[in-house]
């Protein structure tokens, strides 16, 4: 059958592409997932700070302290667990190329 090996080659180029396509879209759709969660952590925080500061200096210790010890509180956990997720990500991306 001529023309098969040409055939199969473009089919194999097609999908490739498609292949680079569909990461590019997946890497950018992450980028800009990553970038909207520090905008909005960002924002979380600032509204936390100073709705906690806001009712500190009105007369409201000990509740203005609670909201903004546990909107600092919740940051930093969220900081610790995203770097600890992916340190993990990366240690396991390591096992499976070993793997194989």
């Keep these: 059958m001529p023309g ?4 199969l080659i473009e089919k ?7 292949r680079m396509d569909s990461e590019r879209r997946a890497l950018n759709i992450n980028n800009l997932k990553s970038f909207a969660g520090l905008i ?6 600032m509204f936390g700070l100073g709705g ?3 009712l500190t200096f009105k007369g409201y210790n000990v509740i ?3 909201f903004s010890s546990s909107t600092l509180v919740t940051l930093v956990m969220s900081f ?5 997720s992916k340190r993990n990500g990366k240690h396991r ?3 499976l190329i070993n793997q194989s």
């Design 52 to 54: 906690g500061f806001y």
């Design 4 to 7: 098969v090996t040409k055939l």
């Design 93 to 95: 991306k390591e096992e």
């Design 64 to 66: 203005g302290i609670i």
């Design 40 to 45: 909005f952590g960002f924002l979380i925080g």
């Design 80 to 84: 610790i667990y995203g770097s600890q």
């Design 12 to 18: 194999a180029v097609q999908n490739m592409q498609y």
